[in-house]
């Protein structure tokens, strides 16, 4: 049994199987490789699109699909081992994977870090514990990574581009008025890496450095396939000659839980947006963002609105590639 928790437990050849077969599944939506079975959707945060998309394509497939939101209308969980049990939780995550394998083929979860003491966050504490204890497959929804993300990303990429070895893939940070989860700005690095793009990391000081775990991740795979992995904090450096701008936002981890220490470095850096003037810079680049997005603030509506703009496309592929991994997860 494998869980799809990070792309790093996958091969390339393991993720283009997937996403080929998410090609046929967007030319032919309707199959019933999931019938007969059941997927938990456990929501400890909000959503839109990977709440519907998850839904709505184990429709397609034939399965049946229950959304379970902890603390609203199920009850609050636990993830400690071994701690009394006297606070507001009332089921321990030992026991609600268990019977949720019980009833279902596949358990999703979605859990944000809660921004207070990274070290404790990078952990991943309540997907692992969910892949610990559960006896079926276990998808993460977006945690500290977002590999679903990941996926519609590089579909969406191959759709536009074909081959994408060699081609400049950039992850540029954009300004947001709060500090947001790193979790896109990892998954877009290492799924870039993975792929063969060479990739140019592109942020306004160290301080907006990734977590050493990706940074590393994304070198040890640029490299492999003889691609670079570039850091810069020049903007016309970066843009010059991409083929594809990547946006997100993120807060700074070694301000992580000091927020309006953040806030005073972050606010210098609203001109990072994605403009028509940083595009033109480019090679014709695709312009793409996991959405949803604050026009204006991120990336200017001529950006946003523009025929270089894919980020519906990337939306909509998370409906095809979801529903590839739930049907190579219960294969």
């Known amino acids: 049994m494998k869980h799809f928790i990070t792309t790093l437990d996958w091969s390339r050849q393991e993720l283009q199987a997937m996403l080929d ?7 032919d939506p309707f199959q019933p490789l999931l019938k007969g079975k059941s997927v938990a959707l456990v929501f400890f945060n909000p959503s839109l699109r990977t709440r519907s998309s998850f839904d709505i394509g184990a429709h ?17 969980m636990e993830f400690e081992i071994g701690s009394p049990m006297d606070g ?6 030992i026991e609600a994977a268990r019977v949720l394998s019980r009833y279902c083929d596949i358990i999703a979860v979605r859990a944000f870090p809660k921004f207070e003491n990274w070290q404790e966050d990078r952990r991943d504490k309540v997907i692992r514990a969910f892949a610990d204890y559960a006896t079926v497959p276990v998808i993460n929804m977006e945690t500290i990574t977002h590999p679903c993300q990941e996926m519609a990303h590089m579909m969406t990429l191959q759709e536009h581009l074909g081959e994408t070895d060699g081609k400049k893939f950039v992850l540029t940070w954009t300004y947001h008025p709060k500090p947001l989860n790193t979790a896109v700005a990892n998954s877009g690095l290492i799924i870039a890496a993975k792929f063969g793009l060479d990739v140019t990391l592109l942020c306004p000081t160290e301080e907006y450095l990734l977590d050493e775990r990706y940074m590393s991740a994304a070198r040890e795979l640029t490299e492999a396939q003889g691609r670079s992995l570039t850091v810069t904090h ?5 843009y010059d000659g991409a083929h594809v701008v990547y946006a997100k936002s993120w807060g700074a981890l070694p301000y992580f839980g000091r927020w309006d220490q953040e806030k005073e470095i972050r606010d210098q850096y609203k001109h990072f947006m994605v403009d028509s003037e940083k595009m033109a810079m480019t090679d014709d680049a695709l312009f793409s963002h996991c959405l949803p997005v604050r026009r204006n603030v991120k990336v200017t509506d001529q950006v946003l609105d523009s025929k270089a703009s894919v980020a519906i496309d990337e939306a909509e592929n998370r409906l095809h590639v979801q529903k590839a991994i739930m049907a190579k997860l219960v294969g």
Do not use: C, F, T, Y
């Open 21 to 27: 077969h998410a090609k046929e599944l967007k030319a």
């Open 60 to 76: 397609q497939l034939g399965g049946h699909a229950i959304v379970l939101q902890p603390g609203r209308g199920a009850w609050p």
């Open 88 to 93: 507001d939780a009332e089921e321990h995550v």
């Open 234 to 238: 020049d903007i016309a450096e970066a």
